[in-house]
Each structure stands twice: as structure tokens, then as C-alpha cells.
């Protein structure tokens, strides 16, 4: 019976993008390893299978860093093969001179140059690697194509989430008094909304109780700021899925992140969830007084 599970193996020459564009699959939510020794992919691959469908998409980098390892690389897919399991081969190239220049600008040394010398590098991995290209289900030339566009050709070609889930969105509300979110994309600054901690029956509750959120969700004023704010972060989401955005970070901020901050974070990671957003809510100083 075949597996339902999602394989693509990446290989290619050195510095034609392999690292970027494991991390294109990573993005993707794909369960990623780099240079797993290939003796060990079939085993690995009856792991996953046992993971109850928690594990149901995996990309692999198979290259010659593996040395002698390497060669049994045709040996394990010829195993997924026998134990039910389809794969795919992504092959990335790049012409000579760029390969080059890549090592150069890196200053690092080619993993086959005997000698130091790039280009004898180069000519033994390619013509190492010449058996695997042939039976490539993909091949990328990356000689003329920037970052931006790899990650496209990913998503295009491996991306099998709906445009809105190809961006996790992290909502994090906080305290002012505690400092922002070096990390956030984007801040809203919410202390202009009536406070519940000068309710007395309210100051010791935060906003993930429905005393604080009915408080301050009763107000027009809140209601009219999140109307506007949903229309903003709708608007600007495509945006960023568009740009390749693969998380954004939304800040939340009252004065000590326990009350209004939690409250609208909560009410924006639902609004987005209906509109098929990946949403992860976080309320960093929720336990701090």
C-alpha cells in the first residue's frame, strides 16, 4: 500500500541554493533534515509513517557533504520504493562562473577540491551528481534568479496550503511598561481604550476572562478600533503572503499587558482564523504584576 506521505529529496550542486531553499520547505511546514546520511532515509521514512499523520510532508538534502555515504543514495530510494514510498527529486544547478563567485564571496573551500582550486571542485561533484540529475523530478537553475523568486518557485511547485496558511501570523500582546517585541512587524498601541484595572472587581482578572473582555469589548470606541484594525491586517496580509512572508509578528501593547492588550489579541486571532490564517496568540506578560 502506498504512504500518503509527501517526499522530496533535494540535491544538487554546492552553492546553487540548497540551504535557502531548505528553508523554503521549512516555511512550508515541512519536516526538514539536511544532510541525512542515505542509509539512514528508509528508516527515517518508516519513523514518519508511524507518526499517526503528524509527519505527512518531508524534504531531505542529500549531497556529496556525505562522502562515501553518498554513493548508497540510489540503494535507499530504490528501499522507499519497495516499502511503498513515492518520492521526488529536486535538483538544483547553477552555471560554472556564478557557482564561482558564490565561493568566492563565501570564502569558503569546494567539499571535492583537492587542490583548493573551485572549479576542479565543481567538474568532479557534476559529473558525481550526473547519474542523480537524470532521474530529478525537478530541475532549478538558479544562475539568474533572486531569493525572492526561488521561494516562489517553491511555493508554486511544493506548497500545497492555501495562500492564507503559507504565512503563520503570531499575535503577541504586552505590556508598554515592559518594553515592545523586538520582533514585531507591526505594533498597535492600545491604551487610548477604557482601562479595567481602575475596576476594582476587575483588576486582579486579565483579559482572557469574559468580566475583562465583556469591559472592554462593551465600548464603541473598541469596537470601531477593531473594525478598523481587521480591515488593516486583511488588507495587508496578501501583501506579505505575496512577498513571500513566511511569519508575522503582530504586538499588541497596553500599559501592563494583562487586560486591553490580551483582549484584542484574542479578538484578532479569531477574527483571522475565519479568514483561513494560520494564528498562534501568545500574551508574553499576562503572569506579570
Known sequence: ????????????????????????????GYFCVDNLPPVLIPKFAELCAQSDGRINRIA??????????????????????????????????????????????????HPLSETGGIAEGIHAESARLEEIRGKATRIIDTTD????????????????????????VTIVSFGFKNGIPLDADLVFDVRF???PHYVDSLRALNGNQAEVSNYVLKWPITLRFLAKLYDFVEFLGPHYVKEGKANLIIGIG???GQHRSITVANKLGDYLRTKGYRVVTYHRDVDRR
Not at 504512504?3 to 520547505?25: D, N, P, Q, Y
Not at 527529486?89 to 558564490?102: N, P, Q, S, T
Open 145 to 168: 534568479i533572486s531569493v525572492r523568486e526561488l521561494h516562489e518557485s517553491i511555493n508554486q511547485y511544493y506548497g500545497e496550503l492555501p495562500e492564507q496558511e503559507k504565512m503563520l
Open 1 to 28: 500500500m502506498e504512504s500518503s506521505i509527501r517526499f522530496v529529496v533535494i540535491t544538487g550542486l554546492s552553492g546553487a541554493g540548497k540551504s535557502e531553499t531548505i528553508r523554503c520547505f521549512e516555511d512550508l
Open 60 to 109: 531531505l538534502v542529500v549531497d556529496i557533504r556525505g562522502g562515501s555515504f553518498f554513493d548508497d543514495v540510489f540503494d535507499a530510494l530504490e528501499s522507499l520504493e519497495q516499502n511503498g514510498f513515492s518520492y521526488e527529486i529536486l535538483y538544483l544547478e547553477a552555471k560554472e562562473e556564478v557557482l564561482i563567485r558564490r565561493f568566492k564571496e563565501s570564502r569558503r573551500r
Open 193 to 195: 481604550l477604557p482601562n
Open 254 to 256: 497596553c500599559t501592563g
